[in-house]
């Protein structure tokens, strides 16, 4: 789905640059826009119902934050990532997300464990449909998260793993999206309700192995799909 189909037209009373910028970086976060996708500025502005200007200043940020990128033709488009990049971005995942859901089972509340166990639960359920909603599987998966993220009550934590996600979003839910047999057998909400049972028993290791085997699992299944490119595929 084009970018232009999925942002909303943004108002004049709005700080624009700050909106443009925040709806892009939502998208690139939650995996709606594929690697190799390219954006116009104009066609862009238009959805929006602002100038080129913002939109501009908005990409050009998050080329700085290597979100996206400009070709040699000057086109903007989504990074393509490569094997030995996601390898590495994995890596640092499961450090930093385990560490937040470590620090979470700390002070996880009932009513923290109650909340993540309907999202699973609503997640689980929509897996389990004849044909399952993509975006909302994206949705409930990134809500379920950074809901735990969030409960370590680590702000700094939590930027480094937006950054991360900022990066690794456009590939990371790919099979989410194209209707695996992870998504048939469950397997994310699985991790997941080992995740929240952790929570519930303030078991921090058992937080940190269960999102561990969650991010592992997803990764395997990305690079067995083929999907990542490798440096020689890249252009000089």
């Excluded at 500025?41 to 080329?63: F, K």
């Excluded at 903007?76 to 030995?84: A, E, H, K, L, Q």
């Amino acid at each position: 789905m084009a970018l232009t189909d999925l942002v909303t037209p943004l108002s004049k009373r709005q700080t624009l640059g700050a909106d443009v910028y925040s709806q892009i970086r939502e998208l690139l976060i939650s995996g709606r826009m594929m690697p190799g996708e390219q954006i116009s500025l104009r066609t862009t502005a238009q959805a929006l119902g602002v100038s080129v200007m913002p939109v501009r200043e908005a990409v050009y940020q998050l080329v700085a934050e290597q979100a996206l990128e400009v070709t040699p033709n000057r086109a903007i488009r989504v990074p393509r990532i490569t094997v030995s990049q996601f390898l590495e971005i994995t890596a640092i995942r499961i450090h930093v997300e385990g560490l937040a859901a470590q620090r979470a089972a700390q002070t996880a509340s009932p009513a923290l464990v109650a909340e993540l166990h309907a999202c699973n639960e609503a997640l689980s359920h929509e897996m389990g449909a004849y044909e399952p909603d993509a975006s909302r599987l994206i949705a409930l998966n990134k809500t379920l998260h950074f809901g735990v993220y969030r409960a370590a009550g680590m702000p700094i934590l939590l930027q480094m793993i937006e950054s991360l996600w900022l990066r690794i979003g456009p590939i990371l839910n790919y099979d989410l999206r194209s209707g695996s047999t992870r998504v048939k057998q469950r397997t994310a909400a699985g991790h997941h309700a080992r995740l929240i049972e952790a929570l519930r028993r303030h078991d921090g290791n058992g937080a940190y192995e269960a999102l561990k085997g969650d991010i592992d699992s997803a990764a395997q299944y990305i690079i067995s799909a083929g999907v990542l490119v490798t440096a020689d595929d890249l252009p000089a």
